[in-house]
């Protein structure tokens, strides 16, 4: 019995990623009949390329955007049987949760290496993840909030300095936030710090005293 290998054609296989260094969503690959189809379901547009054309979504979309034509296109040339492959990350349908989910996983993991800990050194290395200044969880969260407060006050059409009280207070929780990171960071650099073994303590003066007298005899 003769095994026979499927037929694969490179140029048939389309992929649908999204370009890091310009940020469009792109299609590479397929034939005449998936550019139509990319078109049509996708609004994606025709592009010269170094080798032939491609396609990409216009310039300007939202990510949301981006996500639901990409998925889209996708699953109507599925539908119309060519190869795809689609970037998760511009996956509609994928599950929404799991980045959020890591993230609790690591919060979890990091009170967990904060119970376990067993000496100085170890929970310094937990308050880093909390503190520190570029990439910590604190840090991280105040830029979070600082953006939210600035896009909120202009959404409001406030003046700095004139925001409702709410924003206002949103304002002064980013402040105690770097408060609270400088406090971590603090007490992260007393846990590191090695413990110094204690330096002899001078004689005291009855003991140079007695000492002397013994010289004399």
Do not use: C
């Not at 389309?14 to 260094?21: G, S």
């Not at 949301?64 to 349908?93: F, I, Y």
Request: glycine share 6%.
């Amino acid at each position: 019995m003769n095994e026979t290998e499927p037929d694969f054609w490179v140029l048939e296989y389309v992929t649908i990623t999204k370009d890091p260094r310009t940020g469009l969503v792109v299609a590479i690959g397929g034939t005449d009949q998936a550019a139509d189809i990319l078109q049509r379901t996708g609004g994606f547009l025709s592009a010269p390329g170094p080798r032939g054309d491609y396609h990409h979504l216009p310039h300007g979309l939202h990510i949301e955007q981006q996500r639901l034509k990409a998925t889209t296109a996708s699953h109507a040339l599925l539908t119309a049987g060519h190869s795809v492959h689609l970037d998760p990350a511009l996956n509609m349908l994928a599950t929404p949760d799991g980045e959020r989910e890591a993230a609790l996983r690591y919060l979890t993991q990091l009170a967990e290496r904060a119970s376990a800990a067993e000496t100085s050194s170890e929970v310094a290395e937990v308050l880093t993840e909390v503190a520190a200044p570029v990439h910590g969880l604190l840090p991280l969260t105040r830029e979070v909030i600082v953006r939210s407060w600035i896009a909120a006050s202009k959404l409001h059409g406030a003046a700095p300095g004139e925001e409702p009280e709410p924003l206002a207070r949103l304002a002064g929780t980013a402040n105690s936030l770097s408060e609270a990171t400088r406090v971590i960071l603090h007490a992260r650099n007393h846990a590191a710090r090695r413990t110094q073994s204690p330096t002899a303590t001078p004689a005291s003066a009855p003991d140079r005293a007695q000492s002397q007298v013994a010289r004399r005899r």
